[in-house]
T-cell receptor, first 114, second 115 residues
């Protein structure tokens, strides 16, 4: 069965320090992978998507994610956190070979301290 | 501007009073879906539609109805709302789930309170 695991429900960093939000997936095939961000009282906004062209994917607002097939991971990183990065982040998998369904991680709330 | 538009943004209603939340997308997307978001439960799929006149149940369909008469519209209908349907609802669309790397585009959400 397809699943998406976000290993941390809450992450707290200081402004200017690196961010790491972890995501692992289970899939028999290479899935489509996405990261979304949700600010309070807002919808989910696409940060980046894995296109299979490169294992390191660059997204908006300085975020990156690295696809590691051997580890079935797609961790989200940013070199330097900004206060405006405080939000909830979701890892999402599209399992084309499993009823074409989107699977959502449970979310990671990022807190950025001044 | 390419977008998914949901209305209303906020809705307070009483138990049993039928309501409809509208969703429209202007991207010619085939796939549309409804989700509800509750604290501690994440996003759960209610219904989805692969194309016009094709709809199917998601993970939590009880108490909801949908229709897909046109490609752009996918309304969510609560025939007899109950307090346990108080939630934040999101409509989303995608070009097609058959296309690799076709992401979901989300509306801004509808916060529903049923008293």
């Amino acid at each position: 069965a397809q699943s998406v695991t976000q290993l941390d429900s809450h992450v707290s960093v200081s402004e200017g320090t690196p961010v790491l939000l972890r995501c692992n997936y289970s899939s028999s095939y290479s899935p489509s992978l996405f990261w979304y961000v949700q600010h309070p009282n807002k919808g989910l906004q696409l940060l980046l998507k894995y296109t299979s062209a490169a294992t390191l994917v660059k997204g908006i607002n300085g975020f990156e994610a690295e696809f590691k097939k051997s580890e079935t991971s797609f961790h989200l990183t940013k070199p330097s956190a900004h206060m405006s990065d405080a939000a909830e982040y979701f890892c999402v998998v599209l399992a084309i070979y499993n009823f074409n369904k989107f699977y959502f991680g449970s979310g990671t709330k990022l807190n950025v301290k001044p | 501007e390419a977008q998914v538009t949901q209305n209303p943004r906020y809705l307070i209603t009483v138990t049993g009073k039928k309501l409809t939340v509208t969703c429209s997308q202007n991207m010619n997307h085939e796939y549309m879906s409804w989700y509800r978001q509750d604290p501690g439960l994440g996003l759960r799929q209610i219904y989805y539609s692969m194309n016009v006149e094709v709809t199917d149940k998601g993970d939590v369909p009880e108490g909801y109805k949908v229709s897909r008469k046109e490609k752009r519209n996918f309304p969510l209908i609560l025939e007899s709302p109950s307090p346990n349907q108080t939630s934040l609802y999101f409509c989303a669309s995608s070009l097609s789930t058959a296309y690799y790397n076709s992401p979901l585009h989300f509306g801004n959400g509808t916060r529903l309170t049923v008293t």
